[in-house]
């Protein structure tokens, strides 16, 4: 029952070229760092990615696109990453956008054994009708679109169904960990680290603290040790990294009122 990985790059040792994974974070907030940069220094590529966005054009996910390490990408979000922007608009990068609260429901449906639900999000839209361009060709043309999806009504009211995801991995960054996987996450760093945590066959958590078993409230416990394969002890260091997404400053006159 001791799920405890000697090192990020111990952890994450048989992501092999091609795998799926699902990665935990939300912008900048509450990302799996280390675990991303144990991947980018393995040289690991072909990568099929489902998060909410790719991080940044420095930082999170953005570094395994920077060099090309990610072939897919399944997100509710572009963000403030112009390179995913630019790769997606050159045909380089497969992308599959994904309304966000049923991004969420794919995974937690994923990691709940529900193959598909129907959602009204989307409906009416060329989520629904298909359409919606998947990878640009070269010309600026659509090289490979997403098809329509079936589509009932319920109470007067048309859904659309939604197949639910499950990756090869998923990497998550957790608050506090016990060595039987169970994790607390803080505050809104929790996002989609427990929905990602879930869908993963193989799920690695990297953890600011680890403690004992029966150290932490049952009660305060956000997802179970049984969603969990193996756990990371991040460093000084590690912990100490706080990445800002955006910085806004107030002009120096107005300071000096």
């Not at 952890?11 to 994974?21: C, F, K, N, R, V």
């Not at 529900?114 to 043309?141: N, V």
């Not at 506090?176 to 607390?184: E, I, Q, S, T, Y």
Request: aromatic share 6%.
């Amino acid at each position: 029952m001791n799920k405890v990985a000697a090192s990020a790059a111990d952890a994450t040792h048989d992501i092999a070229p091609g795998a799926s994974l699902a990665v935990g974070g939300f912008g900048l907030c509450g990302i799996p760092d280390a675990l991303i940069r144990a991947v980018h220094e393995r040289g690991v590529g072909r990568l099929r990615v489902v998060s909410n966005n790719c991080g940044t054009d420095d930082a999170g996910l953005g570094i395994l696109l920077r060099d090309r390490r990610i072939a897919r990408m399944t997100s509710s979000y572009v963000g403030e990453n112009k390179e995913f922007a630019r790769q997606y608009l050159t045909g380089e990068l497969e992308v599959r956008l994904i309304p966000q609260g049923t991004l969420a429901e794919k995974l937690r449906a994923g990691g709940s054994g529900i193959p598909a639900f129907f959602t009204p999000a989307g409906t009416g839209t060329l989520i629904s009708q298909g359409g919606l361009p998947w990878r640009y060709a070269s010309d600026g043309g659509v090289a490979a679109a997403s098809p329509p999806k079936e589509t009932r009504v319920f109470a007067g009211r048309e859904h659309v169904l939604e197949e639910s995801i499950t990756t090869d991995f998923a990497l998550v960054h957790a608050a506090k960990a016990d060595r039987h996987g169970n994790l607390v996450f803080n505050k809104s760093a929790m996002n989609f680290n427990p929905l990602c945590a879930m869908a993963g066959r193989i799920t690695i958590a990297e953890a600011e603290e680890i403690v004992e078993p029966g150290d932490l409230d049952p009660g305060h416990i956000h997802l179970p040790g049984v969603y969990v394969q193996r756990v990371v002890p991040l460093d000084a260091a590690d912990k100490a990294r706080k990445h800002i997404e955006k910085r806004t400053l107030r002009a120096t006159d107005e300071v000096n009122r």
